[in-house]
């Protein structure tokens, strides 16, 4: 009895030294109130561009939450955003993704700077150069050959008119696209997706690197859920019953994905010992294997704190965050793409007039990168598609020094999260800003808006992959609009998307059929 009275009382002082800390806290902002431990975690609707909608609505501009016990200040204007983009910081101290084991490797949510900077380092040099872009253009018509072929096998409206799940075909290719153009390795995912939706009309599978390479999709799907549930659950909640079903479930899928890409890099690491040729492969896999050998093909990438061979763990942390970066990312814009021109026919026939001049009459024709380039209403279709849907519509920085927004004092290491949506979409910034209207981006246009753009996101962390992704995006959306004639199959709801982190797209259908 006496244990169970002190167990109240106690509980009953930390909740009031609780509030007495949050009611009289320094620096407050307006917010919804938290509630011991847990925070303001309860109210999370899933979706943090919906979330962060409602609070902005309800809060203004500049409001906090709090996970768990640490408060995140939510900006939702570019003017206070700005200055945070040039932290190198995501996160500070976050044990969840401490316990995912995503903290202090890889990139993409690396917090430890020196790691982070050597793997970015080394990655940009391969993914940003031209050559990259221009091989990417190639085997991004070389994979959509492939890919339109399986389409011609599918049996399911009448003849030449085939319905098609958009989002589920194309995660599959940008998918095996990535994985090629880092490592030059295939998967067949698109044999396999063929395969496993159309039973009755297989198709041979040749021999590839990932089994069932359709179903490692899911598996990616998986680490986004789980780098979203490990960087909002506190611990508390993380171990209680009914929730740690779900942490186990997302780490024993990490573990499963890190098995097969260590095996992969594993055996490459035996191909590169062992060959007593010259390497001759430029692939970035390549590149971070040879790192500080004497079959070193990079040139002064390593320096005096990094001397040692880069450990497959590592490899396998920035190769996996490419692969992350670059398969949900670029599939959900070509479908966002899809979708606004399907509602937008004046600007579709525009941009398909576009494609006829540039890319000439013979539709068999191969694409270069010269002519990707010259494709400006193309380039302004997938701004403005990207505008209005952001792929992240939250981009989560911590400030590495102190600093002072719209007049507050912010602590380092204070975590804030920014509605790139709410920016996007800001009457302040756009004219008209729920009209999708590519011609905001040609004919001279305001230098202002595009400080406001923040698709690839800003600063020292910008997407590294941004030229692949364009490049690949541009391609795909010229050889299909060079070759199909496109129509959606639900003209009325919105684009469907799960939010996981980033916003996945998913069940798309349009109806293809080849161009007259
Ligand atoms: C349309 C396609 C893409 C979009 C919309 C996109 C968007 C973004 C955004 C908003 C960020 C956060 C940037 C920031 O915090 O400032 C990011 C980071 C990143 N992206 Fe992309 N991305 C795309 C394609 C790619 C591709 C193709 C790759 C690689 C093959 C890639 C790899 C990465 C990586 C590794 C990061 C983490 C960078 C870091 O933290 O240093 N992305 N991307």
Redesign the pocket.
């Known amino acids: 009895m006496n244990y169970f009275l002190l167990s109240i009382i106690g509980l009953v002082t930390y909740i009031a030294i609780f509030y007495y800390r949050y009611f009289t806290r320094q620096n407050p902002l307006p917010g919804p109130i938290p509630l011991p431990i847990v925070g303001n975690v309860l109210q999370y609707t899933g979706d943090a561009g919906k979330f962060m909608e409602g609070l902005r609505l309800i809060y203004g501009d500049m409001f906090e939450i709090y996970l768990g016990t640490k408060r995140v200040v939510c900006l939702c204007r570019s003017e206070m955003a700005g200055k945070l ?1 040039n932290s ?1 910081l ?1 996160t500070y101290s976050n044990d969840g993704l401490d316990e995912f084991g995503v903290s202090s490797k ?5 917090s430890n700077y020196d790691s ?1 900077s050597y793997h ?1 380092r080394i ?1 940009q040099k391969t ?1 940003s150069s031209p050559q990259f872009t221009k091989e990417t253009v190639e085997s991004t018509q070389a994979l959509f050959r492939e890919m339109e072929g399986l389409w011609k096998r599918i049996d399911n409206i009448d003849g030449d008119v085939k319905k098609i799940d958009f989002a589920g075909w194309l995660s599959q290719f ?1 998918f095996e696209n ?1 994985l090629f ?2 490592t030059t390795l295939r998967a067949h995912n698109l044999i396999n997706y063929y395969n496993a939706t159309n039973p009755q009309n297989k198709v041979v599978v040749p021999e590839g690197t990932i089994p069932n390479s359709h179903s490692f999709i899911e598996s990616l799907k998986m680490i986004f859920e789980g780098a979203h549930f490990f960087l909002l659950t506190p611990k508390l909640l993380r171990n209680s019953p009914g929730i740690s079903g779900t942490r186990d479930r997302l780490l024993k899928n990490k573990a499963w994905m890190s098995n097969i890409l260590l095996k992969l890099i594993s055996e490459r690491r035996t191909q590169v010992e062992n060959s007593n040729e010259k390497i001759d492969s430029n692939d970035l896999l390549t590149r971070f294997l040879t790192v500080n050998t004497d079959k070193d093909i990079n040139k002064n990438i390593a320096d005096d704190k990094h001397t040692e061979k880069i450990s497959d763990d590592d490899i396998k942390a ?1 190769i996996a ?7 949900f ?2 599939a ?3 479908s966002a793409i899809v979708y606004y021109l399907g509602h937008n026919p004046k600007e579709q026939k525009r941009m398909v007039q576009e494609l006829d001049d540039v890319l000439g009459s013979d539709r068999d024709s191969n694409i270069t990168l010269d002519q990707v380039n010259k494709l400006e209403y193309t380039d302004a279709v ?1 701004k403005e598609a ?1 505008r209005l849907f ?3 519509p939250v ?3 911590a400030n590495a020094e102190p600093s002072e927004i719209a007049g507050h004092r912010f602590p380092a290491k204070t975590q804030f999260m920014i509605d ?1 949506e709410a920016i996007h979409r800001s009457p302040d910034y756009w004219n008209d800003p729920d009209t999708f209207n590519p011609d905001r981006w040609t004919n001279n246009p305001d230098p202002k808006q595009f400080n406001n753009y ?13 030229k ?3 490049a ?2 541009k391609t795909i959306v010229a050889l299909l609009y060079r070759n199909y004639d496109i129509e959606l199959v639900d003209k009325v709801s919105p684009l469907n998307y799960k939010y996981d982190f ?1 916003k996945i797209v998913q069940e798309f259908e349009i109806k293809i059929k080849p161009r007259n």
Request: aromatic fraction near 8%; charge should be positive.
């Open positions: 983009f190198p995501r890889g990139v993409l949510l690396n982070w970015r990655l993914i940008t990535t153009s880092l920035t965050d490419l692969l992350l970066g670059g398969t990312t670029t959900g814009m070509l997938f990207s952001p792929n992240i981009n989560i920085r790139i923040y698709q690839f996101g800003g600063g020292v962390r910008v997407c590294p992959g941004r692949m992704a364009l690949e995006v980033i």
